[in-house]
Antibody, heavy 122, light 107 residues
Framework: QVQLQQSGAELTKPGSSVKISCKAS????????ISWIKQRPGQALEWIGA????????GYNEKFKGKATLTVDKSSSTAFMQLSSLTPEDTAVYYC???????????????WGQGASVTVSS | DIQMTQSPTSLAASVGESVTITCLAS??????LVWYQQKPGKSPQLLIY???ILEDGIPSRFSGSGSDTQYSLKINSLQPEDFASYYC?????????FGSGTKLEIK
């Protein structure tokens, strides 16, 4: 079955960077995009951006340009998101999700990782 | 960006009741509306896409409707496992945007 296994919780200091991983299994990695989504405690979901593992092409929410960098390693079916210049406002759970366009039905995230908690504190 | 306004923010209901959650898009999204369920401490799960298409494995007591800018999610005969948060999502254009969520609680 489709699985997205994310890396563990991170405790980091303001101004630092963190890199989260998302290892995919159970499907052809290059056939679907990987989206990244932020959820602050008790808050709604925010789409950060997506990467096409086949081409490496990316699309970002303007709000996260300069904050997030999406990459993939096709050899290990793993997607990565690096967050830079961290502030307390970056404290959140970050999800990866298998995603793609379902034709006229829209762009859908149909399988999610378990989430990676990032805490930014001095 | 397309804004998604979801209501109500919270809702209390009893097992066996039916509830409806609504989502209003700031512009026509041509049926590209997605619904997710999220239980506490868990990842979101896809329920419905294309406004009305039930994802495989989702019980038929869940249904979606709507068009243009107005959409709704109905849950019939609430079960204990349905008490969770629900989010709508614009699936038409990037940036993908979500509603603020509806927390469904047991009355």
């Amino acid at each position: 079955q489709v699985q997205l296994q994310q890396s563990g919780a991170e405790l980091t200091k303001p101004g630092s960077s963190v890199k989260i991983s998302c290892k995919a299994s159970g499907y052809t990695f290059t056939s679907y995009d990987i989206s990244w989504i932020k959820q602050r405690p008790g808050q709604a979901l925010e789409w950060i951006g997506a990467i096409n593992p086949g081409s490496g092409g990316t699309g970002y929410n303007e709000k996260f340009k300069g904050k997030a960098t999406l990459t993939v390693d096709k050899s290990s079916s793993t997607a990565f998101m690096q967050l830079s210049s961290l502030t307390p406002e970056d404290t959140a759970v970050y999800y990866c999700a298998r995603s793609g366009g379902y034709g006229s039905y829209g762009y859908v995230m149909d399988a999610w990782g378990q989430g990676a908690s990032v805490t930014v504190s001095s | 960006d397309i804004q998604m306004t979801q209501s109500p923010t919270s809702l209390a209901a009893s097992v066996g009741e039916s509830v409806t959650i609504t989502c209003l898009a700031s512009e026509d999204i041509y049926g590209s509306l997605v619904w997710y369920q999220q239980k506490p401490g868990k990842s979101p799960q896809l329920l419905i896409y294309g406004a009305t298409i039930l994802e495989d494995g989702i019980p038929s007591r869940f249904s979606g409707s709507g068009s243009d800018t107005q959409y709704s999610l109905k849950i019939n005969s609430l079960q204990p496992e349905d008490f969770a948060s629900y989010y709508c999502q614009n699936g038409l254009s990037t940036p993908l945007t979500f509603g603020s969520g509806t927390k469904l609680e047991i009355k």
